[in-house]
């Protein structure tokens, strides 16, 4: 089973993308900001991040960059779901890593597309 961890501050948004992950299939968890997804990550080792880039204590960037200096961690894709906006950030969040992008507002089906393009690419059942 694909196991996706979600880190959003917004315990709305988180739980409602929680519930949708869960009904497509996927095991899911959660974590409020950064520093909490980190460690989540080093318990559970997720097959994919889905992550808000603007959260307190460790923001979506530093985490992506936190998870690339660990040989253990830097193969996990993180798809950023943020408000942020602008193309440059985008680009940053591309440049950084990012395995895709997508901006909130969105219909979630943009965000289960990405996540179905990544489990294709990588051969992995959802059950």
């Given at each position: 089973m694909v196991t996706i961890l979600i880190i959003d501050d917004c315990n709305a948004i988180r739980e409602n993308t929680a519930e949708l992950l869960e009904l497509e299939g996927f095991h899911v968890i959660t974590a409020s900001n950064g520093k909490e997804g980190y460690g989540k990550v080093v318990q559970h080792v997720p097959d994919l991040v889905v992550c808000d880039i603007l959260?307190?204590?460790?923001?979506?960037?530093?985490?992506?960059?936190?998870?690339?200096?660990n040989p253990k961690y830097k193969t996990i894709p993180v798809i950023f779901f943020s408000a942020k906006s602008e193309k440059k950030e985008i680009i940053k969040g591309l440049e950084l890593?990012?395995?895709d992008y997508i901006v909130k507002p969105s219909e979630l089906?943009?965000?289960?597309?990405?996540?179905?393009?990544?489990?294709?690419e990588k051969n992995l059942s959802i059950s």
């Open positions: 959260m307190p204590e460790m923001d979506g960037f530093t985490l992506l960059k936190k998870l690339g200096e890593g990012a395995y089906h943009d965000l289960i597309a990405s996540i179905r393009r990544f489990i294709a």
